[in-house]
């Protein structure tokens, strides 16, 4: 059993460090395009509504990725202050619930509520109020719930590691 569990969590790693490359690579593009066109810009006079349009698809992309990517190596903004106070045992506790209690259902929330957002983009063929601009609005929206769905993957990922850590501490007490 402790196999398999070892194995999920392993694979839903992965998954989150599969959204952080996706993260990186849109970050990579994003500063060579911003980098282009403030040069075409102000060194030629020529601008493109598209591109600046891309440049905030492409920020959205690098945005939804990063956020589980931030959960996976604990880079994430959140109140060290009551965590400190806590044994290593207590600190497992509070990664399990806070994975199980706050991420977990809060990003499947964002799911829930942002599907028919996104859904609703598509079925309009929702573009860009500028003539010039890019169409696909429903891309940016649904990049909300592919990110949270990432959120979701690395949430279970870290309940199952706490878990287990906690399942071998208590395992240790009672053997010994």
Known sequence: MLR???RLEFLLKRLTGLAGWVGVIAMGLMVALVFTNVVLRY???IGAVWAQELQWYLLSVMAMMGIAYAMRYDDHVRVDIFSQKYSRTGRLWLHFLTALVVALPCAVLIIHFGYPFAEGSFLRGERSPNSNGLPWRFIPKGLVIVGFAFV??????????SGRRLTLHY????RS
């Open 171 to 174: 395992a240790r007490l009672l």
């Open 152 to 161: 979701v993957t690395q949430a279970v990922a870290e309940a199952l590691a």
């Open 43 to 45: 060194g030629f006079g």
């Open 4 to 6: 398999a569990v070892v």
